[in-house]
Structures are given as structure tokens and as C-alpha cells.
């Protein structure tokens, strides 16, 4: 069935330093892949979203390319601040399965000034 | 545009009652899903509607878990005879009804059982 393995964490990262966050999945079908983020307190938001092989999602300074020979989506971002600090999730759709969502187990991050 | 409200975001019960929630889609999306979260986990898919009807229940945990679409509009999740382990954060999503749309995410309701 489908599914997506996650990086585990916790992650702890200084403030500018270069973030990935591996993802990867098993899915039947052509899946939709995405990434949301969880902020203490608050719920779950989109951060970015790829439809297809070879598709990049991009959103406030964080990419993830759907590599669908890797079966892969990492999560990246170049610098980050200490407002990036938050749980992320990444998650399939797969039509197949009428587009529930497969989500995998999050990725704590916390970035230290 | 308010986005998905969910009602009540806290819930303490005794072992042995029941509980609902309730959630309120964004106005235009026809689709509404409804997942469960524990410490430490990703949401776990239990059930979703088009419109009024429910299109997949099979994965709702158990016989005492069922929800309502009645009008197509809100939508409530009952959990009858609360155990312990029901103790979680639920979920409520919508969205469009086109292929693999983006998923939008109510607050949620955190569920303690006693």
C-alpha cells in the first residue's frame, strides 16, 4: 500500500545553516506529494506541493523536487531562521486511493540563534 | 473566508461516554476528510465525504468511530464509548473535489479520555 518514510528527528540547526529533511514513498499509482508544516500551538499548513515527476514545489525560501526514480521529495531550504523552527510532515495523495492523504511521522526542527 | 473551524478544540471525557465533534469545511470545498493524530505520529486517514456522501469508512478504527455529512455542508465525528486509547488530536481537512487537490486543515480537537 502507500506510503512515505520520513526523516527522523529531532533536528537542531544554528541559524543560516543549510536545512534537508529526507522524505521518500511507495505509492501504487501517480501520487500528488507535499509538504505541511505544523508551528507550535497551530495547525497543520501547506508549505509546497509537486503533481507530477520532475516538479518542483517552492514556498518562502524552501524546494522539494519530485524524483520519481528515487521516489524521493526532501525538503531544503538554504538559511534558515529561527521562525522555521516547527514540525514538518511530509505526505502523499494518491488518486488510486481517493486522494486520502498519507502522512508521514514529521520532522521536528528547532534553529538556535 | 474563515478556513476549516473544528468544535470544540478541547474535549475531557470519562471512559464509557460518548463524544462529538464537529467540523466546519471551507464554504466551496465539496470534499471533507477526517484523520486522527497522536503524539509523535502524522495524521491517520479515517474516513472522507463528497458532498454528503462517504466515499471511504473503511479505515475508521473501530465500530464505535462513525461520522455524518448530512446536508453536505458540516460534518460530525462520534465516538461512541470512549476508551483510553481514543485520547488523540482529530483532525478535520477539506478541500476541491479535483484530482489530488491540496488538503486544508482545521485546527483540530484534542480529546482526552480519562
Known amino acids: 500500500g502507500d506510503s512515505v518514510t520520513q526523516m527522523e528527528g529531532p533536528v537542531t540547526l544554528s541559524e543560516e545553516a543549510f536545512l534537508t529533511i529526507n522524505c521518500t514513498y511507495t505509492a501504487t499509482g501517480y501520487p500528488s506529494l507535499f509538504w505541511y508544516v505544523q508551528y507550535p500551538g497551530e495547525g497543520l499548513q501547506l508549505l509546497l506541493k509537486?503533481?507530477?515527476?520532475?516538479d518542483k514545489g517552492s514556498n518562502k525560501g524552501f524546494e522539494a523536487t519530485y524524483r520519481k526514480e528515487t521516489t524521493s521529495f526532501h525538503l531544503e531550504k538554504g538559511s534558515v531562521q529561527v521562525s522555521d523552527s516547527a514540525v514538518y510532515f511530509c505526505a502523499l495523495s494518491d488518486q488510486g486511493t481517493g486522494n486520502q492523504f498519507y502522512f508521514g511521522t514529521g520532522t521536528s526542527l528547532t534553529v538556535i540563534p | 473566508d474563515t478556513g476549516v473551524s473544528q468544535d470544540p478544540r478541547h474535549k475531557i471525557t470519562k471512559r464509557g461516554q460518548n463524544v462529538t465533534f464537529r467540523c466546519d469545511p471551507i464554504s466551496e470545498h465539496n470534499r471533507l476528510y477526517w484523520y486522527r493524530q497522536t503524539l509523535g505520529q502524522g495524521p491517520e486517514f479515517l474516513t472522507y465525504f463528497q458532498n454528503e456522501a462517504q466515499l471511504e469508512k473503511s479505515r475508521l478504527l473501530s465500530d464505535r468511530f462513525s461520522a455524518e455529512r448530512p446536508k453536505g455542508s458540516f460534518s460530525t465525528l462520534e465516538i461512541q464509548r470512549t476508551e483510553q486509547g481514543d485520547s488523540a488530536m482529530y483532525l478535520c481537512?477539506?478541500?476541491?473535489?479535483?484530482?489530488?487537490?491540496?488538503?486544508?486543515f482545521g485546527p483540530g480537537t484534542r480529546l482526552l479520555v480519562l
Open positions: 481537512a477539506s478541500s476541491l473535489s479535483q484530482s489530488q487537490e491540496t488538503q486544508y
Open positions: 509537486a503533481t507530477k515527476a520532475d
